[in-house]
């Protein structure tokens, strides 16, 4: 199995659907709220991973594709969650996600740098 086509989690946490349910209320920021929330998700989930490959594979790809692919990998990645976001408010999710990136890797940029292979 190819590293792209692999599901992280089958899980939603409970704090991701209260995001997604005040975005369709139009609360807060959001679906940009709910894609900062979710890269915060995707790095805890990538820290439990065993396999270092996968968590290598992951922040390169997070580093260096383009949002239609982060977009299409976040839907096989993290399937659950994704229903969350319906694909009008894509432009929205990936907005906060990148915010969620950016700071990410302003706070831990050693992590980063760590795990991002060069190309």
Known sequence: MSFST?????????YLDAAAREARCDFKDGYASVGYRLLWELLNILET???DD?????YTFLTNAGVDEIWQWLRTAVPLM???VPSRRKA????????AMMDSRRESPQVWN???VSL
């Open 6 to 14: 692999r599901v992280l989690s089958t899980d939603c946490p409970s």
């Open 49 to 51: 991973e065993e396999e």
């Open 54 to 58: 996968v968590v290598r594979w992951a």
């Open 82 to 84: 994704m229903t969350l």
């Open 92 to 99: 929205s999710f990936l907005s906060g996600f990148g915010d």
């Open 114 to 116: 760590a795990m991002v």
